[in-house]
């Protein structure tokens, strides 16, 4: 379904979206199915960093964060790729670069049909779909 004006679109969540959330952040509005997600939500209006590295003093919001932070220090764990010779310092992240010469690009946006090799990328891309954190196109019938 096209949405042609932005309020239009507004209108349309009001109407058929807004519903379907339980948990709604008091400060932007951005509604989530979980309350657990609206908590980690939060932490995204706030300065807060409360997880430092002991190795380079970069502080995180999140202790995941953090820990994924930490493979970037270790130097013994070098992930090369044998097709182009890029080095990685982390194993997951390489992987998802021999996507690209795989030809993998098994995540989808449902909203351009764009496809991309993992879905970090993926959710980085729908960013641009967004209008004041609502998706501006839908596929409700």
Same mark, same amino acid.
């Given at each position: 379904?096209?949405? #042609?004006?932005?309020?239009? +679109?507004?209108?349309? &969540?009001?109407? *058929?979206?807004?519903?379907? *959330?339980? *948990?709604? $952040?008091?400060?932007c509005g951005k509604s989530f199915f979980k309350e657990s997600s609206l ?9 807060? /960093? #409360?997880?430092?590295?002991? +190795? !380079?003093?970069k502080s995180f919001k999140l202790q995941s964060t953090l820990r994924t ?6 130097? =013994? /764990?070098?992930?090369? $790729? =044998? =097709? !182009?010779?890029?080095?990685? %310092? /982390?194993?997951?992240?390489? &992987?998802?670069? %021999? ?9 989808? $946006?449902?909203?351009?049909? /764009? @496809?991309?090799?993992?879905?970090? +990328? ?5 960013? !641009? ?8 196109? !839908?596929?409700? @019938?």
């Amino acid at each position: 379904m096209h949405l #042609p004006t932005k309020q239009k +679109v507004l209108s349309h &969540i009001n109407t *058929s979206h807004l519903h379907l *959330s339980t *948990s709604l $952040c008091d400060i932007c509005g951005k509604s989530f199915f979980k309350e657990s997600s609206l908590r980690l939500h939060y932490l995204t209006h706030t300065d807060s /960093k #409360p997880y430092t590295c002991q +190795v !380079c003093s970069k502080s995180f919001k999140l202790q995941s964060t953090l820990r994924t932070h930490m493979d970037t220090h270790d130097d =013994e /764990k070098k992930f090369i $790729c =044998e =097709e !182009c010779g890029k080095i990685f %310092k /982390k194993k997951s992240t390489l &992987i998802d670069h %021999k996507k690209y010469h795989d030809g993998d690009f098994s995540f989808q $946006c449902d909203i351009c049909l /764009k @496809k991309f090799v993992s879905r970090s +990328v993926l959710n980085t891309h729908k960013k !641009c779909h967004t209008y004041s954190g609502h998706e501006l196109t !839908c596929d409700t @019938k």
